[in-house]
């Protein structure tokens, strides 16, 4: 999974969310809504993946109208469908209705040959007391290496 350059990403995600494992899905746009994307102006902090009719689509994503577009502009909170293999798709059914996870996309970004990707992440959710626990960690790592250039 090369990525190119990134058109969204959802760093709170990381922060709510334990990532478990993450893949890539291509994604259905329209025309006005690539060129809305190249000029890096989608949102997907409150975006998740959901299930209708055995497709996976990505719902409640904001990609803005396209400025040069015209009357036939793209509505920016439709649901986009994902692009996956049937036993990817199906393997991610499975977990969802068996644990207590939830799609949630990490990245939004156009790959090597130019093509619009997402990063998917099959997440469970913390708790307070987990997100206050990363974030010691996390300063704790840091004064650590601080300390650790110091004595050099």
Same mark, same amino acid.
């Given at each position: 999974m090369s990525e190119g350059r990134v058109a969204a990403e959802n760093r709170k995600a990381r922060h709510e969310y334990f990532i478990?494992?993450? !893949?890539? /899905? $291509?994604i259905m746009l329209l025309g006005t809504?690539? %060129?809305? !994307?190249r000029e890096g102006r989608a949102d997907i902090?409150? /975006? *998740?993946?959901?299930?209708? /009719? $055995?497709?996976?689509y990505l719902v409640n994503a904001h990609i803005p109208? *396209?400025? $040069? $577009?015209?009357?036939?502009n793209h509505e920016p909170k439709r649901p986009r469908k994902l692009l996956l293999r049937r036993r990817e798709m199906e393997k991610l059914f499975g977990q969802v209705k068996r644990q207590t996870v939830t799609l949630v996309?990490? %990245?939004? *970004?156009?790959?090597q040959r130019g093509l619009a990707k !997402?990063? !998917?992440?099959v997440a469970r959710g913390k708790k307070h007391y987990d997100k206050r626990a990363t974030? %010691?960690?996390?300063?704790?790592k840091r004064e650590q290496s601080r300390v650790m250039r110091a004595k050099g």
């Amino acid at each position: 999974m090369s990525e190119g350059r990134v058109a969204a990403e959802n760093r709170k995600a990381r922060h709510e969310y334990f990532i478990e494992d993450t !893949l890539e /899905a $291509g994604i259905m746009l329209l025309g006005t809504e690539v %060129k809305s !994307l190249r000029e890096g102006r989608a949102d997907i902090s409150d /975006a *998740y993946a959901n299930s209708r /009719a $055995g497709e996976l689509y990505l719902v409640n994503a904001h990609i803005p109208e *396209y400025r $040069g $577009g015209n009357r036939f502009n793209h509505e920016p909170k439709r649901p986009r469908k994902l692009l996956l293999r049937r036993r990817e798709m199906e393997k991610l059914f499975g977990q969802v209705k068996r644990q207590t996870v939830t799609l949630v996309p990490l %990245k939004l *970004y156009f790959n090597q040959r130019g093509l619009a990707k !997402l990063l !998917l992440g099959v997440a469970r959710g913390k708790k307070h007391y987990d997100k206050r626990a990363t974030l %010691k960690e996390r300063d704790w790592k840091r004064e650590q290496s601080r300390v650790m250039r110091a004595k050099g």
